[in-house]
């Protein structure tokens, strides 16, 4: 029998709202790189396929914005 595979994980953030964003490590985005020292304010889309590619440790903090 093979085994099954596990459901897909949510992706972590919506991405329909804009997150306030602090990043652990440089990441490229296109032609941008988005430093840690630096807040960023993403997309949930682009955050979420920051995680996907990178990991959630990418992450430091990420609130939605109000």
Not at 1 to 11: D, E
Not at 27 to 43: D, F
Request: proline residues 12%; without cysteine.
């Amino acid at each position: 029998m093979p085994k099954a595979t596990p459901p897909a994980a949510a992706p972590p953030y919506d991405p329909s709202l804009i997150y306030d964003v602090r990043l652990n490590q440089i990441v490229r985005v296109g032609a941008l790189r988005l430093l840690p020292r630096n807040q960023h304010s993403l997309s949930g889309a682009v955050l979420n396929a920051l995680v996907a590619e990178h990991g959630q440790e990418i992450v430091d903090a990420a609130a939605p914005r109000e």
